[in-house]
């Protein structure tokens, strides 16, 4: 996967949620996998603080198109265990998708980015 230079890392930075969503699906898409943060006891999970309707509190999987983008976050949430994980499509609709559709209590985050807000959705298949 290429690397991002800092004009693109920061032009990302910009985007918009549903901007960072679509590019997210696109890279993905094109390079076969994307990239979450681990750590020893396995992937970042973040808790969602508002409930829904039906009083249910989601836990959300981020996700970024690109390592460099994964360790940013991470860097700047001062999550020193945590290092970018490649995962790959195939892996991901065959094992993690089926997985948390048992779960139904978990949502994915696409590419969260300091404060800014960030889109979720429902496991799917990319």
């Known amino acids: 996967m290429a690397k991002l230079t800092e004009k693109e890392y920061e ?12 590019m997210f699906m696109r890279v993905a898409k094109e390079e076969n996998g994307f990239y979450i943060l ?14 829904d309707e039906d009083h249910n509190i989601f836990s959300i999987l981020p996700v970024w198109s690109h390592e460099e ?4 976050y991470a860097e700047k949430n001062s999550m020193e265990g945590f290092k970018p994980q490649f995962v790959t499509t195939q892996v991901w609709n ?12 978990v ?15 429902s496991p799917i298949e990319i």
């Open 11 to 22: 032009a990302i930075q910009s985007l918009n949620a549903e901007y960072r969503q679509a």
């Open 38 to 51: 681990a750590d020893s006891e396995g992937p970042l999970i973040l808790e969602d603080t508002e409930e």
């Open 69 to 72: 983008l994964a360790a940013g």
């Open 94 to 105: 065959e094992k993690w998708v089926p997985a948390f559709r048992e779960q139904q209590n």
């Open 107 to 121: 949502l994915i985050g696409f590419m969260p980015i300091s404060d800014k807000d960030f889109s979720v959705e």
